[in-house]
């Protein structure tokens, strides 16, 4: 009776090896974290709590969605999200000023006069 205690006791705790190591390096990542990045934690928890229970659950449906795309497809929609968050490049605000400064470069015998 005492070695199956004992077994299931071991048994038990080399399961949650591995859970109290995730949970200690939380503890550790939120300790890398800089304070302005602690800010922004604590800001967005802030704001999570203080949404309404169905904007919430919208927001987990589309956690959800996100995580069961296929690794290709989620790295595309990356991509895209980080090139719309760029400025826009200075050729490309007005891509006709551009042409009109080519043609000003152009030496006579270029253009065919």
Not at 33 to 47: A, D, F, G, I, S
Not at 56 to 81: G, I, S
């Amino acid at each position: 009776m005492l070695k199956r205690t004992l077994s299931a006791i071991a048994l038990c705790s080399l399961l949650s090896l591995p859970v109290a190591g995730w949970a200690l390096d939380g503890a550790d990542s939120w300790r890398n974290l800089t304070p302005k990045e602690k800010e922004n934690v604590q800001r967005n928890y802030q704001r999570w709590q203080n949404l309404p229970p169905k904007d919430k659950e919208r927001l987990r449906e589309d956690w959800n969605r996100w995580q069961n795309l296929p690794q290709d497809r989620r790295d595309k929609l990356r991509r895209r999200y980080d090139d719309l968050q760029k400025p826009p490049r200075e050729d490309r605000k007005n891509p006709r000023a551009q042409q009109d400064g080519n043609r000003s470069r152009r030496s006579d015998g270029e253009r065919g006069e």
